[in-house]
């Protein structure tokens, strides 16, 4: 009897070990996973404030320019009809 049970209890040691290996592996993918998500977020903050530099630059151009400053259309969105 006591060595049946012996032998369940090292079964279940070594699935306890598998499990937290398991684990650990999830826990370091995780990880990666977030340090990616971050860096992109850092790429989009720096991308939307290249934007807005280049829309600033281009309208103070478009203000510059006598011909351009006559005819300045500012797009709101699709034009068709509804």
Not at 6 to 26: A, E, P, S, T, W
Request: aromatic fraction near 2%.
């Amino acid at each position: 009897m006591i060595g049946i049970l012996m032998i369940l209890v090292i079964g279940c040691v070594g699935l306890i070990r598998k499990l937290q290996d398991q684990i650990i592996l999830i826990d370091k993918e995780q990880h990666i996973q977030n340090k990616d998500i971050i860096e992109l977020l850092k790429h989009k903050g720096e991308s939307i404030s290249t934007l807005i530099q280049h829309a600033e630059v281009l309208e103070y151009l478009v203000d510059r320019d006598p011909l351009l400053s006559k005819t300045k259309i500012i797009y709101r969105g699709p034009i068709g009809e509804a």
